[in-house]
């Protein structure tokens, strides 16, 4: 899988063998159109159950573990490389989640939401419908929608505020 940006993931190539070999786990539902990559780890503890929704694209490497529930990842979403998603998880439709991201715990991803590379979610945390993570940045709690969350310490900004413009210093004169 490769990546385009900080949360922007491109899906890996279609494998019939990996695919049949996911359907054939028990507790493992897959959606039609799945992409899995190398080295895809999807594991379902006893009473718990993993559900990957229809044209779901899985990063190689990456690692879903679920336990204690259903960790349930919604149509269209796509999950980068080496990213880690255990526990109850819930991911909406069309969510994105960068490589070496970590969601954890009973977290929830509203529709197209986005967590950036290395992010985190933590257990209890509800990112909004459309809400972004930066890369680096630690959620223990809700995001609201339409924010965008940076590193700890810097304060949430909303996507609908123009941005400010940027300053730029008068060039030097060559005498």
Do not use: F, N, Q
Not at 106 to 115: C, N, P, S, T, V
């Amino acid at each position: 899988m490769e990546t385009v940006g900080a949360d922007a993931v491109v899906a890996p190539r279609a494998s019939r063998l990996r695919l049949w070999r996911a359907r054939l786990r028990p507790r493992v539902r897959v959606g039609a159109e799945v992409r899995l990559g190398r080295g895809v780890a999807l594991r379902a503890a006893r009473g718990a159950r993993l559900v990957l929704g229809d044209g779901v694209a899985v990063g190689d490497g990456a690692r879903l573990e679920a336990v204690g529930g259903a960790l349930t990842v919604g149509a269209g979403s796509a999950l980068g490389a080496r990213c880690i998603l255990t526990g109850a998880v819930t991911v909406g439709r069309e969510c994105v989640i960068g490589d070496w991201a970590r969601v954890e715990g009973d977290a929830r991803l509203a529709e197209r939401a986005r967590l950036a590379a290395h992010a985190v979610a933590l257990s209890g945390a509800r990112v909004g419908r459309g809400a972004v993570v930066g890369s680096y940045a630690v959620v223990a709690d809700a995001v609201a929608p339409g924010t965008v969350i940076g590193r700890s310490g810097s304060p949430p900004v909303k996507r609908s505020d123009p941005p400010s413009a940027p300053r730029t210093r008068a060039p030097r004169g060559s005498s």
